[in-house]
């Protein structure tokens, strides 16, 4: 009975990747692809353009582009007609560098600043500026693109700048300098996870080595941006190269764990050309240059990664100081930095030319699958399951969704989820170095969204918690606690005192919600409202994929995960799997917090049902990842009738 069961697991997980992965092909990858063909031989900005706001609005803001100068002030037109023109947020990635001035209503005060000022370039209209407004100045008549509204520029004086175009040689180059970034981020991350920790495997050092080190650097360029050194290549290099050097320093004092390391990795799991494990990496390795090519090629697109991330990222590299967050993308300085940090560094090696940094997305989603792999493995989970279970989560196609388009999502469902899982390998191994690096990724969760502090906090409240009821293993507080304290403490004394919270979305959601529950007004519809649009879309998806605002099409994953789960969550028995018992428990704190501050915004957010269809599943993606883990390990263990599946997860620790 027992291989028959396993059997037909692997068969579902098998007819779950096929499914999933014709629907992505179907509804995501082939029609975007075909887009990217249309304008794969435009540059950066117009292929976004092009795809976030339709071929005619491209062909306005190329125009725009071509005949004014860098360091333009462009005034926007009121809002109207112009629709998304209208909004500074909106534009100010498409026009980079210039700079913006919303008008909202011409009688404004910014408004009629701005048209008296002999320097403003402004978005001209059938009937704006009224006439006599701008007397003088001259002006320049738009080419037809399609968008009547647009009638050309008023401005002191235009430019002829050469139509940008696409060039090859220029691409390959950026290509190049783009991969020596990322090598160099592989690099400085392993020397700084085998420092701390020391012994790891290849499959290891690959999923956390990228993360880590891009998330460690942009902090240390955050620091000395805040004491007033400007950020640029000669101080990106020479803080990567600190950190490198010392630690590697480290990790050749003690050079016998690298070599013990080298060895495990190279003595594996037996030979490497079995066809089911080639099969398996070469749908893995399509998967992944599929993610890879279409990242690259719809550049970005989508409103998070347009309006906050990217260009917000460009900003800092453009003016070499964090204090740039405040005026470039939404939200100011209210978010952390650690993803426009990351952006900013490409932008500062070849303006982001391809752009490089839409390499980090697909990257990070392969973090995440091998962070489910290597768990599952140290657990004793049979090679073939961990694999296909890993290779399930890649293909659903929300994960590949997050792995193409630029949200910080995936990147915090990353540091979240590796932190959980090698706080227990730390605890269950007795190591104090797993324990700090599990702390360390941690606080990057926090350095990556505001909300990632309540969810660290609560992790080592529920750690110590499951530490106390399973009384196995060794918990240490202050390995987890400093280094989360210390990089998420520096971000939040820094925009405490800076008064950035003040205004934000996060401060205004605590004040409404505190202000109404203490006025009685307790309102619980909202949970109701999030289960069922949430259990809703999880069957039937909020939007299709092509074209999308934001995926939320899940697959194949809930009918999976539930019944594996279904069948086997007696296999987390406080007595028998401490580690899954903890495992659980964090799994229910994760969804818990992820429902509560959905709840809360439900005091002050405005058509909050469409809220939670496109955002509170991507928000989710940190619960379903551990689900997955959970429901294959606990398959495996009711597979296998493992009487104690207790572990210490195969790691040497200190």
């Given at each position: 009975m027992k291989p028959r069961l396993k059997q037909v697991w692997m068969v579902v997980l098998v007819l779950g990747i096929a499914g999933q992965t014709g629907f992505l092909l179907r509804d995501f990858i082939l029609p975007w692809g075909w887009r990217v063909k249309q304008v794969w031989d435009q540059p950066r900005i117009t292929r976004s353009a092009d795809m976030s706001l339709g071929g005619q609005s491209a062909r306005l803001i190329e125009f725009v582009r071509r005949v004014t100068p860098e360091d333009a002030v462009l005034l926007l037109p009121p809002e109207g007609e112009p629709g998304r023109f209208s909004l500074a947020r909106s534009m100010q990635y498409f026009f980079f560098p210039r700079q913006l001035i919303e008008c909202g209503a011409p009688e404004t005060d910014p408004c009629t600043r701005a048209l008296a000022s002999p320097d403003t370039y402004i978005l001209a209209t059938t009937d704006f500026p009224a006439p006599g407004a701008v007397d003088g100045k001259p002006f320049l008549a738009s080419p037809p693109t399609g968008m009547e509204w647009f009638k050309g520029l008023y401005g002191p004086g235009f430019v002829d700048r050469p139509e940008e175009g696409f060039d090859l040689r220029h691409a390959l180059g950026a290509g190049l300098t783009d991969l020596?970034?990322?090598?160099?981020?592989?690099?400085?991350?392993?020397?700084?996870?085998?420092?701390?920790?020391?012994?790891?495997?290849?499959?290891?050092?690959?999923?956390?080595?990228?993360?880590?080190?891009?998330?460690?650097?942009?902090?240390?360029?955050?620091?000395?941006?805040w004491i007033g050194i400007r950020l640029n290549s000669a101080s990106n290099a020479f803080v990567c190269l600190v950190l490198l050097i010392t630690s590697a320093f480290v990790v050749l004092r003690h050079r016998e764990f690298l070599g013990a390391s080298l060895g495990r990795?190279?003595?594996?799991?037996?030979?490497?050309?079995?066809?089911?494990?080639?099969?398996?990496?070469?749908?893995?390795?399509?998967?992944?240059?599929?993610?890879?090519?279409?990242?690259?090629?719809?550049?970005?697109?989508?409103?998070?990664?347009?309006?906050?991330?990217?260009?917000?990222?460009?900003?800092?590299?453009?003016?070499?100081?964090?204090?740039?967050?405040?005026?470039?993308?939404?939200?100011?300085?209210?978010?952390?930095?650690?993803?426009?940090?990351?952006?900013?560094?490409?932008?500062?090696?070849?303006?982001?030319?391809?752009?490089?940094?839409?390499?980090?997305?697909?990257?990070?989603?392969?973090?995440?699958?091998?962070?489910?792999?290597?768990?599952?493995?140290?657990?004793?989970?049979?090679?073939?399951?961990?694999?296909?279970?890993?290779?399930?989560?890649?293909?659903v196609p929300i994960v590949f969704f997050h792995s193409t388009d630029g949200f910080a999502n995936l990147p915090f469902t990353f540091y979240l989820v590796a932190g959980i899982l090698w706080s227990l390998e730390g605890i269950q191994s007795q190591s104090t170095r797993l324990q700090a690096l599990a702390g360390l990724l941690l606080g990057l969760a926090a350095w990556t969204r505001p909300e990632g502090i309540?969810?660290?906090?609560?992790?080592?409240?529920?750690?110590?918690?499951?530490?106390?009821?399973?009384?196995?293993?060794?918990?240490?507080?202050?390995?987890?606690?400093?280094?989360?304290?210390?990089?998420?403490?520096?971000?939040?004394?820094?925009?405490?005192?800076?008064?950035?919270?003040?205004?934000?979305?996060?401060?205004?959601?605590?004040?409404?919600?505190?202000?109404?529950?203490l006025a009685g007004r307790i309102d619980l519809t909202a949970m109701w409202i999030i289960i069922r649009v949430f259990a809703r879309g999880t069957i039937f998806p909020f939007q299709a994929m092509f074209p999308a605002i934001s995926a939320t099409a899940w697959g194949a994953f809930f009918p999976v995960v539930l019944i594996s789960l279904a069948l086997g969550l007696r296999s987390f028995h406080l007595k028998y799997n401490p580690k899954g018992f903890m495992l659980f428990l964090q799994l229910l704190w994760v969804a818990g917090i992820n429902l509560a501050i959905f709840y809360v915004r439900s005091y002050s957010r405005p058509g909050y049902e469409d809220f939670i269809e496109r955002s509170f599943p991507r928000a989710f993606l940190p619960t379903a990842v551990l689900m997955l883990i959970l429901a294959a390990w606990a398959f495996d263990i009711l597979v296998q009738r493992r009487p104690n599946v207790d572990t210490a997860g195969g790691i040497a620790g200190e």
């Open positions: 020596g970034l990322i090598f160099g981020l592989y690099l400085l991350g392993a020397f700084l996870v085998l420092a701390i920790a020391r012994r790891f495997t290849i499959l290891e050092l690959l999923c956390l080595s990228l993360p880590v080190g891009a998330g460690v650097l942009t902090w240390a360029l955050f620091l000395i941006s990795s190279a003595r594996g799991p037996g030979p490497i050309f079995i066809f089911r494990r080639v099969l398996i990496l070469s749908f893995a390795a399509g998967l992944l240059g599929l993610s890879m090519a279409l990242s690259i090629g719809t550049s970005y697109r989508l409103y998070d990664p347009v309006q906050i991330w990217s260009v917000k990222g460009y900003g800092l590299s453009q003016e070499g100081t964090i204090l740039a967050a405040a005026n470039w993308g939404a939200h100011g300085l209210a978010y952390p930095l650690n993803v426009p940090l990351q952006i900013s560094l490409f932008h500062t090696v070849d303006a982001d030319y391809l752009p490089g940094s839409k390499l980090l997305y697909p990257l990070l989603g392969l973090s995440l699958c091998l962070a489910t792999y290597t768990f599952l493995r140290r657990q004793k989970v049979e090679e073939g399951m961990a694999a296909l279970a890993s290779l399930f989560l890649g293909s309540l969810y660290c906090l609560g992790i080592l409240a529920v750690l110590w918690v499951g530490r106390l009821a399973v009384r196995h293993g060794r918990f240490a507080p202050a390995a987890l606690s400093i280094p989360m304290a210390v990089i998420a403490g520096a971000w939040f004394v820094f925009t405490l005192t800076g008064g950035y919270m003040h205004g934000s979305n996060l401060d205004e959601g605590m004040s409404v919600f505190v202000a109404q529950v």
